[in-house]
């Protein structure tokens, strides 16, 4: 049997590769062999050991794209050589989310690279039904690309219709950068971001999202005011977790709106609760997506509804994948989305 590469975060800021046997595939499942993973956030966390819902070692990569190699015995629906991605959850089916619509939040929850194992491998072996076909034309980036782009059509998605929705996003990082595209890309008339970064505004700006904030050099308040009017923004969405941004959505909300959180607080935030309550606003979680996200992203990028590309700033070989976290550390917030290579094509 031959052997493949496999990643593994040993400890904090530790990370080592071992020779271990390519799996082998039950009847149901599919081997992928894995070409791109995008490092999110939390990746950084987990690496710098400040994820709260991860012990070591652990393999990485949720964030991914690939191409099957080889199919079980029962799979139909794919075949060796389709371009793919991969839903990262593992739920158990049987709890109430679960078995009302919602095995996104299942009770029991666990996410490849978190609670269990990541695709940080030459090759993965995963059931078929999480494997998801990518369009043939479709690059392995924007593939890898697909799981954030769920965790925004899923985030825009939880304020219903916005059709003619004047929105508010806060944090131009890569969430927020596709949460914003997202919106326009689902209807919002207009969409207003904001971020301490003019390099992540200047991103936005080329991706089409049509006015960008620096709340350092203008009053936000002022801003919202003159670009959507006095009933400011029909729905506001937090996309960077702490406790100015959510601070800044509260303040800056009409009364009788929703706040849409999407940013994972890694501190417990402080927040006027007395605001929430005179001015009704409704505060929505969002936590992941479901597989209709996943297809309705891959839909949004095939339509070039999404733009990817102004995003991807720099690939490192899977030998270097602690030296891709160095990267990001040194360079901050000039890094939108940087791509671990595991196969080259």
């Known amino acids: 049997m031959k052997n493949m590469k496999q990643e593994v975060v040993t400890a904090p800021g530790k990370i080592e590769f071992r020779d271990i046997p390519i799996p082998e595939l039950e009847e149901n499942d ?33 964030e991914v794209s690939g191409k099957i190699e080889k199919i079980g015995l029962n799979v139909k629906n794919l075949k060796p050589g389709d371009k793919v ?30 609670q269990t194992t990541g695709a940080g491998s030459e090759f993965f072996a995963i059931d078929a039904e999480k494997v998801i076909k990518l369009p043939e034309n479709m690059t392995y980036e ?8 769920a965790v925004a059509v899923h985030a825009v998605s939880r304020g219903g219709d916005i059709s003619e929705f004047n ?47 620096n709340p350092t050099k203008q009053n936000l308040s002022e801003e919202i005011v003159n670009v959507f009017g006095p009933d400011k ?16 959505a509260i303040g800056n909300a009409r009364k009788g709106s929703d706040i849409i959180i999407v940013g994972v607080f890694g501190q417990k935030p402080s927040i006027d609760l007395g605001l929430v309550q ?11 997506y479901q597989a209709d996200d996943y297809i309705k992203a891959i839909e949004l990028v095939d339509n070039k509804k999404i733009i990817l590309d102004s995003l991807m700033t720099m690939h490192f070989p899977f030998k270097d994948y602690d030296r891709a976290y ?19 094509e």
């Open 30 to 62: 599919v081997l992928v062999k894995m070409m791109r993973i995008g490092v999110c956030g939390s990746d950084i966390h987990v690496y710098h050991g400040k994820h709260p819902y991860t012990d070591y070692p652990i393999t990485q990569g949720h």
């Open 278 to 288: 005179d001015r009704e606003l409704i505060l929505i979680g969002s936590l992941m």
């Open 167 to 213: 929105i508010l996003v806060l944090g131009a990082g890569p969430i927020g950068n596709l949460v914003g595209q997202a919106a326009k890309a689902l209807g919002a008339k207009a969409v207003m971001i904001t971020d301490l970064s003019d390099f992540r505004l200047g991103i936005a700006k080329e991706v089409g999202i049509n006015f960008t904030i």
């Open 85 to 114: 991605t991969i839903l990262p959850q593992e739920v158990c089916n049987q709890c109430y989310p679960c078995t009302h619509g919602m095995n996104h939040i299942c009770d029991d929850l666990k996410v490849m690279g978190f």
């Open 142 to 149: 924007q593939g890898a690309m697909i799981e954030p782009c």
């Open 326 to 344: 160095k990267y990001i550390d040194d360079k901050k917030d000039k890094v939108m989305k940087i791509f671990i290579d595991v196969n080259k």
């Open 233 to 248: 923004a029909d729905l506001i969405i937090e996309c960077v977790g702490i406790n100015e941004t959510i601070d800044a």
